[in-house]
């Protein structure tokens, strides 16, 4: 018997997708990317968690950087009450950016294991960032988003396209 190993209990294997790696200067920040293709269906990482405690969450981690990495988390507290509080996704989970149009890897929670996997959504090309949904509710300014000309801006644009 291998010393340290558990006799019983659950065992959950980890997986890390190969070929992938970290793009610092992205208009999004660091970003995971593909270096070659990664098929439909491939399990790009297994990322245990840590979850916060409600309250350590409200009186700490709301107040600093970590909260920009931490994901809802269902919890069931003391009186068996349905909350929700926020998890810590170690590993390259936490690298993932957010696509509202062009998301390519799903997530899902496992909440008795305490992990989240990350799965290829579809066949992704070499070069493509790998991104998730966060949600609705964003608390950055998508790099994403096509921002919108004054009326003023469009005509100066127009003017110019004629002159060109
Ligand atoms: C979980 S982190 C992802 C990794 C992060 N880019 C980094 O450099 O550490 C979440 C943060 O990434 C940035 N981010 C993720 N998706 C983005 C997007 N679509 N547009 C702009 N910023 C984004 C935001 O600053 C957000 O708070």
Known sequence: MQMGRAESGSEIPLQRCADLVIISDTP????????????????????????????ENAKYIEKTQLYHYTYNWPIVDQHGKKKVTQAIILGLGSMFNHSTQEQNVGWE??????????????????????????GARLTFKDADSVVALSEEDEIKQLIQIELD
Do not use: M, N, Q
């Open 28 to 55: 999004k920040g660091r970003g995971v990317f593909a270096t070659s293709v990664i098929p439909a269906r491939t399990v790009i990482d297994v990322c245990p968690v840590l979850v916060l405690g409600l309250e």
């Open 109 to 134: 929670r496992d909440l008795k294991g305490l992990v989240v996997t990350y799965r290829a959504l579809r066949d992704i090309p070499a070069g493509e960032e790998l991104c998730i949904s966060y």
